[in-house]
């Protein structure tokens, strides 16, 4: 019986001693402590972050993933007997709409999977098109199971030429089931009715890359009179310095008439002229229109590997230079 009053005075002695405490450490008129306050740095999504201590408020933005190379070729800013006709070197931090416009969905009803089996749909979200130290970056993510998301942007009706050298500065990404495709489509071709431009109205591969081999890419034309006879040329180009998906290369075509010449780093690997058709129509003395994209599987490159996601193509800029 007194070991029972004994405890009944000891909690009511700390339970006044507790309140005592708490009242003193709070001088304001909110009746208890303040809030713990969210944070930069306090590891917990607990404000108005969209990540973990990123984003949002005073939050730096969350970090992208993406690793800016430091180094690589750079082109010169002019050639003899060139001007310079059209350019964007994505210093503005967002996508000119006067130079491009998207490609979205999956490329159905009328070419679905863009026709190579692609199992990417693009967007016009910056989560997969945004820019990073004057960069454009197209970012392939998945999505679950073997859906993913990517961007693909083009210049049909806003700008499309006939002969020039076009200059491509840019890494790679390295996920496997990555498809980098820099490339050029004859200005009258349409995804609302495709086969009625392809392969007969002719598309320019200035390079394209697998992300399984970082070590190559290749230049590539297609042609044929129709879909049955279509046929390409194509060359393969290892890397001579580091892997593309290290360092920024540059990638170029030299179009005149009735020749076209790939270059990486201003190195001539490759050509073609109308006596390498095999019979079939030559087809690239007309205007066309500049293509970029990313895209993830397909009849090229091997199944895709989800964990190898986000891949990050990241391109410096592109210039368009014509004879004088």
């Excluded at 709070?26 to 917990?44: E, L, M, Q």
């Excluded at 491009?100 to 490329?107: K, L, Q, R, T, V």
């Excluded at 590539?220 to 580091?242: I, L, M, Q, V, W």
Aim: hydrophobic share 30%; charged share 20%; net charge negative.
């Amino acid at each position: 019986m007194i070991k029972r009053k004994t405890y009944i005075y000891f909690f009511i002695i700390f339970g006044i001693l507790l309140t005592v405490s708490c009242s003193s450490s709070d001088d304001s008129d909110s009746g208890g402590p303040d809030p713990v306050a969210a944070t930069c740095t306090d590891g917990i999504q607990n404000g108005n972050e969209t990540g973990i201590d990123c984003g949002g408020g005073t939050c730096n933005n969350c970090p992208s993933g993406v690793v800016i190379p430091t180094s690589g070729f750079d082109a010169p800013t002019s050639y003899e007997g060139y001007g310079l006709v059209w350019s964007d070197e994505f210093n503005d931090g967002k996508l000119s709409l006067q130079n491009w416009s998207f490609n979205i969905g999956d490329g159905c009803p009328n070419l679905c999977g863009w026709g190579n089996e692609e199992l990417q749909s693009y967007t016009n979200s910056e989560e997969n098109l945004f820019f990073e130290q004057g960069n454009l970056i197209i970012a392939a993510r998945s999505e679950g199971g073997s859906n993913y998301s990517s961007s693909r942007i083009n210049t049909d009706n806003k700008f499309e030429f006939q002969y020039g050298r076009v200059d491509i500065r840019a890494s790679m990404p390295s996920a496997t089931g990555s498809w980098v495709a820099l490339w050029l489509l004859n200005h009258n071709y349409t995804i609302t009715n495709p086969a009625e431009w392809w392969p007969n109205g002719g598309e320019i591969d200035i390079m394209e890359y697998l992300g399984e081999d970082p070590t190559e890419v290749f230049g590539t034309a297609h042609y044929g009179s129709d879909f049955n006879s279509r046929r390409f040329n194509s060359k393969e180009y290892p890397a001579p310095e580091e892997n593309y998906n290290k360092i920024y290369y540059v990638f170029s075509i030299v179009w005149e008439e009735n020749k076209i010449t790939w270059l990486v780093n201003d190195v001539e690997y490759h050509s073609i002229t109308p006596s390498q058709t095999n019979g079939q129509p030559y087809p690239f003395n007309d205007e066309f229109y500049l293509i970029m994209n990313l895209s993830v599987g397909g009849n090229l490159p091997i199944r895709p590997i989800a964990t190898d996601y986000p891949a990050f193509l990241i391109v410096d800029y592109i210039r368009v230079y014509q004879k004088v």
